[in-house]
């Protein structure tokens, strides 16, 4: 991943990700009103300065009571170029969300508006073609930079949920194998939250998704 993050860097695509809820604390949806460049300012990887503190005090405390708690990682990729992916086998975004479910702990994916766009009208929703500057671009971005499966040179962004972790360190309910009643209390270090952790890895794993996509689309063969 981070070789891949390179590798877009000298392509002019940078790929930024950072904790957006924590719990019941989150940021509003849109990524435009940060300053991304914050993100590794604080332990929890959140551009809102004050809004990490509320996430890291939630975390300690629920860390105190043995108790875990999931949240949700935004990724914002700038720079892609338009025509990556394919609208049949191979859509982009579709490439995108098995990359993100396959990292343990996340149970959603959504790019674009996702779910909050099901009350829209489509003609509220489209993003429609518009020249400027000589260029083909789109008026809004509601699609998330991904249109029919295949990048339109928009800015690629979604959201990953993860849930809280399975491991406690507080008495659960469960069975031995005879499938007796019994409780189980684990043992160790474990986080009471992977979100501050996942950052980086939704970052890889979207630039190598990306960079697989860009070779693909140039016929690169390594």
Do not use: W
């Not at 019941?24 to 551009?47: F, G, K, M, W």
């Not at 499938?179 to 501050?196: E, I, Q």
């Amino acid at each position: 991943g981070a070789l891949a993050k390179l590798v877009l860097k000298q392509l002019g695509i940078s790929v930024q990700a950072y904790t957006s809820q924590v719990g019941n604390i989150a940021l509003e949806r849109d990524y435009h009103l940060y300053d991304l460049s914050q993100t590794e300012t604080n332990a929890v990887r959140c551009p809102d300065a004050e809004k990490a503190a509320e996430m890291e005090a939630l975390i300690t405390q629920v860390k105190g009571e043995g108790d875990t708690i999931g949240g949700i990682i935004t990724c914002v990729i700038k720079g892609c170029p338009a025509g990556l992916g394919s609208p049949e086998f191979g859509k982009l975004h579709a490439d995108l969300g098995a990359a993100m479910l396959s990292i343990n702990a996340v149970k959603g994916f959504e790019y674009g508006e996702g779910f909050d766009g099901v009350t829209a009208r489509g003609s509220e929703q489209n993003d429609s073609f518009c020249a400027e500057n000589g260029r083909i671009t789109t008026a809004s971005n509601h699609s998330g930079g991904i249109q029919g499966g295949i990048s339109n040179g928009q800015d690629i962004y979604f959201r990953v949920a993860f849930k809280p972790v399975a491991t406690l360190l507080m008495e659960q309910a469960t069975v031995d194998l005879e499938g007796n009643p019994t409780t189980l209390t684990a043992k160790g270090r474990h986080d009471p939250c992977v979100l501050p952790r996942a950052v980086p890895v939704v970052e890889a794993m979207a630039a190598m998704t990306i960079l697989d996509h860009f070779m693909l689309n140039n016929d690169i063969n390594v």
